[in-house]
């Protein structure tokens, strides 16, 4: 019965998104008032609606109703009840349900948050993310019903993919999904501006923070799977330009770029059509990100058995949603105009080449990505590209980017000049020169790549070390007060970018002094790793509540002190024997992780045996945390406060007058 | 105006290439096995395991050797066009039964039906090793002198089977 009442729901929901998506944009074009006001509730209604489909399947995975065929092939009924309900987003289905769930989510928040915007704005915002969540919930509905039954229900279910079973796993797909689908919103807005021929100052007011906030979930759901990748995986790697991986960072590459670029509009009116443009292509990258992991297009991790009618529904659906959204950039967009003039130097020209980078290294991704599909499109070769490639391409692109954000943030608006800048940035430059090239040294062996690297990191701190003082050197007051008077916008930015530098720090301290062993050890045996010694103690079988584990023990020891013991698992689940899962034994600390995980048993007592130690590793996602938080800091700026209580009272006064 | 077509251009170029893509198997690797000889196995039998069957005793004949497990979600997906094939007597299926139980198995076979001629045992996969196997599902065709013709990784699909396997196996018995 539950079943029944979520499809049922489900229905209901496509109705109410079909009317919230023709209704309102309708009315905006007409006038008619009415028309328009539907916008908020039908976006309430319709969220209310899919969540109820979301819970009552999420009901069905809790109780482990297995008359449901998706809950009989992504379930047990050994499950711990906390993965059970992360099994609801473990399937095909479950996870595009999800992705109509956030939807909703958002549009309704957008919904609430929108009493300051003009009626023709927010009918139009909230139309077209009727119109998204509507072509979704029907791909749901035709090619990917959650709730199919399966007569006779299965005694047992086939059990969740033990790679999911795992915390990061019940965290990272909704945080991922939030911020793929958060930037439809965004996009919903550059529509609006298109449709309605607004395009100014105002309007990237409006669209920031929402950009903003996407650009913060999307960024912790990155980091989330990579640091799942690091530590369930059992290879001690954090990042492996996977397809499916790819397709999540390209929208996380160009919305880093509509950030910036938003920037730029909102404070100068420049950049406008460019704007727009990037709002499209990203919310686009994140639906072809959906398409190249649901259709089956590409090798993945997720594509057993893939269904091709569901590729062509996709397909056509993106034709469908982007098409008409570039199409409509073409014909309105040549009306826009430019907006303020710059110069060549200048925080605007900073702004442009940061985007202009991010786009070509999205552009690097894309091809790398693609370019097996268009090699057997066009030759019928079937090759495929590895992290070569991408490294190769990735970090020359980078890094001027990274020189940009040090230079970038202390450049005057419209113009600025390269003997200031270079007076004001010359100690900056000095120091970070300085310990890059000395602190290598420190650590035992200097090498070019980490020198460079720390380079980069060090010269955005100290930059924004001066930017910050410059800042700061005409308020009085004590140092507190002083860097409280700056806006929490300041701050955030400031954040992030440190952010990147720690991020910067740990993949190249890990890339240059980390040490691994493969090794095989008997019962006794010892290996040392990264000035850490080893040894081998044996394997106890332990029991889980629904897998028997072979479980290691490791003393670790440095010069001859004892300092842990390390217990690595190979779990072999009871549904699925012949896929037995690592767990490796990881040490987290803050200058390094000592990893230790077990391979295979060959022979007598003994194992083939990972043993890692990766110094710093820790701060790469680390650093993705202080990037977001950054913009959670930069989304709590007061103006946007207080711009909103304006534009509520100058709508009100309109509408009085 | 032209210039503003130009992104609608490059997504049209690409839908294009993406919907080419769609009727590409990017899992179709072209396998080292086809057209070699199979692969020599002596396995105990599934139904009576004190007795053995090896790839030999197919010679002279086509037929197909089918790697599948009770623990196989997609084995149940491509069941029932085996059962048909099985059904319609075109080609003998041997099943390899891979790293599975062997109760497990006998069970599922009562449960889902069975299509198999007969199904030999391969508990560690040490068979399935030499075939290559890396994902169950997995079918090989073979030709009566014993040399792998055609190889199906993931779940056999009705157009594969009457657009590939089955006009080859047609192709095969006439030689």
């Known amino acids: ?657 | 105006m032209w210039r503003y077509l130009a992104p609608l251009a490059a997504f049209l170029v690409l839908a294009g290439f993406l919907y080419v893509g769609l009727g590409l198997n990017p899992r179709e690797v072209p396998s080292p096995l086809v057209d070699k000889p199979a692969p020599a196995f002596e396995l105990a039998k599934l139904a009576q395991p004190d007795q053995t069957f090896s790839r030999d005793d197919m010679k002279g004949k086509v037929w197909m050797l089918n790697v599948w497990a009770s623990w196989c979600t997609a084995c149940r997906e491509e069941h029932p066009l085996l059962v048909d094939i099985a059904r319609q007597g075109t080609v003998p299926i041997v099943g390899l039964n891979y790293k599975d139980k062997p109760e497990a198995a006998k069970q599922w076979l009562a449960q889902w039906g069975d299509p198999y001629k007969l199904s030999v045992q391969d508990p560690v996969g040490r068979t399935g090793i030499e075939y290559g196997v890396y994902g169950v599902p997995e079918t090989f065709v073979i030709d009566k002198n014993g040399v792998i013709r055609f190889k199906q990784i993931g779940p056999i699909t009705p157009k594969v089977w009457q657009e590939k396997m089955l006009p080859l196996i047609r192709q095969l018995e006439q030689a």
């Open chain 1, 1 to 657: 019965m539950i079943p029944e009442i979520g499809h049922f729901a489900l229905i209901l929901a496509l109705l109410i998104a079909l009317l919230q998506g023709v209704l309102p944009i309708v009315g905006a074009a007409r006038g008619i008032g009415p028309w328009m006001d539907l916008a908020r509730p039908a976006a309430k209604a319709q969220a209310m609606f899919v969540t109820l489909a979301f819970g009552c399947l999420m009901w069905s995975f809790y109780v482990s109703d297995f008359s449901v065929q998706n809950v009989a092939s992504n379930s047990n009924s050994l499950l711990p009840w906390y993965y059970k309900l992360s099994a609801t987003w473990g399937s095909h289905e479950g996870s595009i349900l999800l992705w109509t769930l956030m939807l909703a989510w958002w549009t309704s928040l957008v919904a609430f948050f929108s009493r300051h915007l003009p009626r023709e704005m927010v009918a139009r915002v909230i139309g077209t993310l009727g119109l998204v969540s509507a072509g979704f919930i029907l791909f749901t509905l035709t090619t990917s019903d959650p709730f199919d039954r399966l007569f006779p229900a299965a005694p047992e279910g086939r059990d969740l993919n033990p790679l999911l079973q795992d915390p990061g796993m019940i965290f990272h797909p909704p945080m991922l999904y939030m911020g793929y689908v958060g930037f439809a919103v965004p996009f919903a807005f550059a529509i609006a501006a298109l449709m309605g021929g607004r395009l100014d100052a105002a309007w990237a007011r409006w669209t920031r923070p929402w950009t903003t906030m996407a650009w913060v979930f999307l960024t912790l759901g990155i980091a989330l799977g990579s640091w799942w990748a690091y530590y369930e995986l059992g290879w001690g790697g954090w990042w492996f330009w996977d397809p499916v991986e790819n397709a999540s960072f390209m929208p996380w590459l160009t919305g880093t770029a509509l950030v910036h670029s938003l920037a730029v509009t909102e404070k100068r009116g420049s950049f406008k059509t460019w704007t727009v443009l990037l709002a499209i292509i990203t919310f686009s990258m994140s639906l072809l990100g959906t398409f190249l992991v649901r259709s089956g297009v590409l090798t993945s991790v997720h594509a057993f058995a893939t269904d091709p009618e569901r590729g062509v529904f996709i397909l056509g659906f993106l034709i469908f949603v982007i098409g008409s959204s570039l199409l409509l950039f073409a014909w309105r967009a040549p009306k826009v105009g430019l907006g303020g003039k710059f110069a060549n130097v200048s925080r605007e020209s900073m702004l442009l080449m940061n985007n202009v980078l991010l786009v070509v290294a999205m552009g690097a991704v894309f091809l790398g990505t693609m370019y097996p599909l268009f090699l057997d499109a066009i030759a019928g070769t079937k090759i495929s590209v590895g992290p070569p490639y991408f490294d190769a391409v990735f970090a020359p692109l980078m890094a001027p980017l990274v020189f940009l954000m040090g230079v970038g943030p202390l450049s005057r608006w419209k113009e600025a000049k390269i003997p200031d800048l270079a007076t004001r940035l010359r100690w900056a430059a000095v120091v970070a020169v300085v310990t890059a090239v000395l602190v290598p040294v420190v650590l035992g062996r200097w090498s070019w790549i980490v020198s460079g690297g720390l380079l980069l990191a060090f010269w955005i701190v100290a930059s924004a070390v001066v930017n910050v003082r410059e800042h700061i050197r005409n308020v009085r007051g004590s140092l507190l007060t002083r860097l409280a008077s700056q806006p929490r916008a300041f701050w955030g930015m400031n954040l992030a970018h440190l952010g990147v530098a720690i991020f910067i720090i740990g993949v190249t301290l890990v890339k240059g002094y980390e040490t691994e062993r493969d090794v095989r050890m008997a019962v006794g045996d010892v290996v040392s790793v990264g000035g850490f010694t080893f040894k081998f103690e044996g394997v106890q079988e332990v029991q889980g509540p629904n897998y028997v584990a072979a479980r290691g023990t490791f003393d670790v020891s440095k010069n001859g002190r004892f300092i842990e013991k390390l217990y690595p698992e190979k779990r072999s689940y009871l549904s699925n024997r012949a896929m037995p899962m690592t767990e490796a034994a990881i040490d987290s600390s803050i200058i390094g992780d000592i990893y230790v995980s077990l391979g295979e048993p060959v022979g007598g007592d003994a194992w083939t045996v990972r043993a890692y130690y990766k110094p710093f590793v820790t701060w790469i996602w680390w650093g993705c945390v202080a990037m977001a938080l950054g913009g959670l800091v930069a989304l709590s700026d007061r103006r946007y406060r207080f711009a909103r209580r304006r534009e509520a009272s100058a709508a009100k006064a309109a509408v009085t007058a």
